[in-house]
């Protein structure tokens, strides 16, 4: 993640929506690609101070302060009053009439914006229900619901919402969002990366195992992941919180819930794979990487360069803190068994970004 230069030479970081010197109002400017500060031109437009696109605020972030993101304005009043890139993709978002679920909403569409910028520097393929993409995006953000019923006797009945992914929609429980709540969860569960961001990162591995593995290279996958059709999901989920990890869990899997099913292996590494490249790339963006050492490649950068960076940056920031008592940066071992795992992500990315680049130009020519 970078950093970005306010037109008062202050610090703007990603999730600003203003200045704390200037004042000035700031967002995502879609034209150019970074946080800029604005410079109003009517009620609505503004101007971005970097590139001088004229934008709107998205609609949640005018509306509701969730969001920071902007959308360019051209012709049309619909151009002017829609929804960015990130909240498009949207299906269910949390109840605003229920005290804290803004709060909630704001921080899991922060995480969301963290996913999707990971996902455009990769160049992997995704879209919404409105651009005819063959398995469309959706995020819902939903609340466990208590119904009372009155037939006959009263009855109080409580749905659940579990956090998964299903046919291209990714759907969180927003009781995740609460920091209470997920740190009583990622203890109980013992999750060193039970945290928002870290839910997108493992639920989109889900999604780009449905994209691009599913009737593609699912014996390639089976191969290096084990066979999911050998056994049943919900019988191997009972055994896994039943009787726990397999004991030799940390020698072929880069969590314990890895080890749980073959699908459950794959997110997990794919989520592992992304948090190694937000990780490079905010490193690379602050300088935390030997200034002799070049720029991260993403794209052409063989496998094994980009995971030996990763090594050594992850042994200083686990020091760093441990210093303070904190959790490790990159809790995870990298066995030969992991890193082949992780070596067939990136093959599979590698194959994502060329479907991309194969439907943009589809898209022009079209």
């Known amino acids: 993640m970078k950093i970005y230069p306010c037109q008062c030479g202050n610090t703007l970081h990603f999730e600003n929506s203003s200045c704390v010197v200037c004042h000035r109002e700031v967002g995502w400017c879609p034209s150019c690609e970074g946080i800029r500060s604005l410079d109003a031109v009517d009620a609505y437009t503004y101007s ?5 696109a004229q934008v709107t605020k998205c609609l949640n972030y005018r509306n509701y302060q969730v969001c920071n993101r902007l959308v360019e304005v051209k012709t049309t009043w619909q151009e002017a009053n829609a929804y960015c890139k990130c909240c498009s993709l949207n299906r269910v978002v949390p109840d605003m009439s229920v005290p804290g679920n803004r709060e909630k909403w704001y921080n899991l569409e922060a995480a969301k914006r963290r996913l999707i910028y990971t996902l455009d520097l990769l160049k992997l393929p995704y879209g919404s229900i409105y651009d005819g993409f063959p398995l469309p995006l959706t995020f819902d953000f939903k609340g466990n619901v208590v119904q009372i019923t009155h ?10 919402v579990f956090t998964g992914h299903a046919d291209g929609t990714i759907t969180i429980n927003i009781e995740e969002a609460d920091p209470i709540e997920r740190e009583k969860l990622r203890v109980d569960f013992g999750e060193a990366r039970r945290t928002l961001i870290g839910h997108f990162h493992h639920e989109i591995g889900h999604y780009y195992w449905q994209l691009l593995v599913q009737n593609k290279c699912e014996d390639e996958c089976k191969a290096i992941f084990g066979d999911h059709t050998s056994l049943g999901y919900s019988y191997a989920m009972n055994q896994y919180y039943q009787y726990g990890p397999k004991p030799d869990w940390p020698l072929s899997y880069i969590s314990a819930y890895a080890s749980m099913h073959p ?5 997990e590494t794919f989520r592992a794979y992304l948090e190694m490249i937000t990780i490079l790339d905010t490193a690379d963006s602050v300088h935390l990487l030997l200034e002799a050492e070049e720029a991260v490649d993403f794209e052409g950068a063989p496998f094994e360069k980009m995971l030996l960076k990763y090594e ?3 042994i200083k920031l686990n020091e760093m803190n ?9 809790p995870e071992v990298f066995t030969p068994a992991v890193i082949q795992k992780m070596k067939f992500i990136h093959k599979l990315v590698k194959q994502g970004r060329l479907m ?10 079209a």
Do not use: P, Y
């Not at 037939?151 to 659940?160: C, F, P, S």
């Not at 210093?323 to 490790?328: A, F, M, Q, V």
């Open 48 to 52: 971005c101070n970097h590139c001088q």
């Open 151 to 160: 037939a006959g006797t009263d009855a109080i009945i409580a749905e659940k």
């Open 263 to 267: 699908w459950e292996d794959f997110a």
């Open 312 to 314: 050594e940056l992850g």
């Open 322 to 330: 441990r210093t303070l008592g904190l959790l490790d940066m990159v």
């Open 356 to 365: 991309n680049n194969s439907m943009q130009k589809q898209a022009v020519f």
